[in-house]
């Protein structure tokens, strides 16, 4: 195992209920808000009015932003911080998905600072990030999510896209930890079963990502990733054939917590290529992240898992799905047949073309992904350096049908 730092400082209240003690846990640390969410869904559930509620009850003065839209842009963010500085926000509130709880990060950054929220970008062309990440200022941050899937609600990381120049990736430092993170599950109930997929993908995605990249001496953190991605399988689709069954939906979104919280990678280092690459589609063709991801797996884990790593595929398989096969090459294979079939029945089994992605855009698109995520190198890393050319391959074994 690698030595490590862990810290985690976000304050969590977890479940039935919990939302309506927003507007105490708001008044502890600010008298006036910035309250931020996407453009309709908590209108709808009612989870907005919930909160707006709560803050009210509380004496917590409110300015509501609601126009957060999914993959939230530098446009909007710039927007809002603006207002938040207007106003005199003392905090800021992220209610919604990742997104909305991305984008609170960045305002609250942004509000602080009065930096164009596009310069901090990772790798963006101003090459501004180098100086100004990691973030140590920001407002004072809270979340509740209302999707399971980004893990968003109690760390140190933000996405962002630069919409005019298609960079997306992450912002991140110590200043962005949310200070407390409000955790209903019954706010999940609405979600409809695409997004209910796509955000179990995105679990399974941040737990197996380092799993297969990072130090394999570290036993401890294999067991806790392990155990969480039985959780994810188990739950997701329970919570899809019963969106109201608060114990598929709580372990969901402590799932998702846990998966990005720091723990499961404590000491094991570790590598995020399938998120850099879908990244840059999404950047490009504003999918959702989740779906973006389902793409990419199985042909990952086949061009480059099962190749330089098979045991570690063959273990994931013996743990997760009761793969028996002896042989760690045969098991490996059987693990890809068994996340396929998960897959299809999660209905996110999809290729590039089916999601609008032209064939013509696939090599600028792994050139970018070099450009945005590989620092100054000419590849990202993984279990191998991985080239534009072994993107590529990547995209286009995904583009009309899966593997
Ligand atoms: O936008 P609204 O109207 O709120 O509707 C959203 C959106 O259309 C809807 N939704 C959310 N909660 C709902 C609901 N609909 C009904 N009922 C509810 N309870 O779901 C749609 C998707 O929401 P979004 O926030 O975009 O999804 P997600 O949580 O998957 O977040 C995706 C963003 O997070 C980034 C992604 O790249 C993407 O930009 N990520 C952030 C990470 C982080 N901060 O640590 C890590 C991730 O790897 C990821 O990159
Ligand atoms: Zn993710």
């Not at 909305?100 to 950054?109: F, G, L, Q, V």
């Not at 620092?375 to 350096?385: M, V």
Request: glycine share 8%; hydrophobic share 40%.
């Amino acid at each position: 195992m690698l030595n490590f730092v862990l810290h985690s400082p976000t304050r969590i209240h977890f479940g039935q209920g919990v939302v309506n003690q927003t507007g105490d846990i708001v008044r502890q640390h600010a008298k006036k808000v910035l309250l931020v969410t996407g453009r309709s869904s908590t209108k709808k559930t009612g989870t907005l009015q919930k909160v707006m509620a709560s803050l009210e009850k509380s004496g917590v003065e409110m300015v509501l932003f609601d126009r957060v839209e999914p993959n939230p842009r530098a446009t909007t963010i710039d927007e809002a911080g603006e207002l938040a500085r207007k106003e005199q926000c003392e905090l800021i509130i992220g209610l919604g998905g990742g997104s909305a709880m991305d984008a609170a990060k960045a305002i609250a950054t942004v509000a602080i600072s009065g930096r164009p929220i596009h310069e901090y970008i990772r790798g963006n062309q101003t090459r501004l990030w180098k100086t100004l990440l990691p973030i140590q200022q920001a407002l004072p941050i809270i979340t509740i999510p209302t999707l399971a899937a980004t893990g968003s609600e109690a760390n140190s990381g933000a996405v962002i896209t630069n919409w005019e120049t298609k960079e997306k990736s992450s912002i991140s430092g110590p200043g962005l930890f949310p200070k407390e993170a409000i955790l209903d599950p019954e706010l999940t109930y609405s979600v409809p079963t695409n997004y209910t997929s796509d955000g179990a993908v995105d679990i399974f995605t941040h737990l197996y990502e380092a799993y297969m990249t990072g130090d394999e001496q570290a036993n401890v953190q294999d067991e806790i990733t392990e155990g969480l991605i039985r959780n994810v399988v188990r739950y997701a689709k329970q919570a899809i054939d019963t969106p109201d069954d608060y114990e598929a939906r709580s372990h969901l979104l402590w799932s998702s917590t846990l998966a990005l919280i720091g723990i499961p990678n404590a000491g094991r280092g570790g590598s995020f290529p399938v998120h850099q690459m879908e990244h840059t589609l999404s950047a490009y063709y504003d999918i959702s992240h989740g779906r973006g991801l389902a793409i990419l797996t199985p042909a990952y884990f086949r061009r480059v898992v099962k190749e330089d790593r098979p045991h570690r595929l063959a273990r994931l398989g013996r743990a997760v799905f009761q793969v028996s096969a002896p042989n760690d090459v045969e098991a490996a294979e059987a693990t890809i047949q068994e996340v396929i079939k998960w897959f299809k029945e999660l209905n996110v089994y999809d290729t590039l073309e089916a999601v609008g992605v032209a064939k013509s855009d696939l090599q600028m698109m792994a050139e970018e992904t070099i450009r945005i995520s590989g620092g100054d190198q000419n590849y990202i890393a993984g279990t191998r350096s991985l080239y534009a050319k072994d993107i590529l391959s990547i995209f286009e074994e995904v583009y009309h049908t899966q593997v």
